[in-house]
């Protein structure tokens, strides 16, 4: 990537390992439209394995010389750095999407059975408490920090929303 750009960003970065080089730190990343980019690792770079919601973290950031083989998809976020006519992209967290190269977490078949069982549950708390669901008590109108106003006033549109939510999952 050439540019004249004087400033940093950040940015997400996925796609397919086509070579690691453990004394440069770098990799070579592949996206699926095509492109390449040269991924650095510094010192501050982490890695994680993919969790459901619900489940704990898992660090991977210890054993990404093992990890980093080629082709093997990767979710990266990074910072691009202006360096000269081109830019470096420095690699702050790498979300291995499963525990091997060809293993993908969301493809397990009770993935999105999960996913939606932790998000009903979290929408139920959020409602209701630990207490019996009584919808005399849902309240569609919130305070800026997601706390419930004293008003009983019940939107139809959002009501609607989150039966379509839960009915499309």
């Known amino acids: 990537m050439s540019s004249n750009l004087t400033h940093t960003w950040a940015d997400t970065i996925a796609g397919y390992v086509q070579g690691f080089n453990a004394e440069a730190r770098t990799f070579e990343l592949k996206t699926s439209d095509g492109r390449s980019f040269t991924i650095e690792l510094d010192e501050t770079t982490g890695a994680e394995l993919l969790r459901n919601l619900g489940e704990p973290y898992t660090d991977g950031s210890g054993h990404l010389d093992d990890v980093l083989v080629t082709g093997r998809y990767v979710i990266v976020y ?92």
């Open 78 to 169: 990074g910072i691009f750095y202006p360096d000269g006519e081109k830019m470096r992209y420095t690699a702050k967290h790498i979300e291995l999407v499963g525990r091997s190269g060809g293993d993908y977490g969301f493809e397990e078949p009770t993935w999105w059975i999960k996913q939606i069982d932790q998000l009903a549950s979290f929408y139920r708390r959020a409602q209701f408490g630990n207490r019996e669901v009584d919808y005399r008590d849902y309240r569609t109108e919130l305070h800026l920090g997601g706390s419930k106003t004293q008003s009983h006033v019940q939107e139809t549109d959002t009501i609607s929303r989150m039966v379509y939510g839960m009915a499309s999952a």
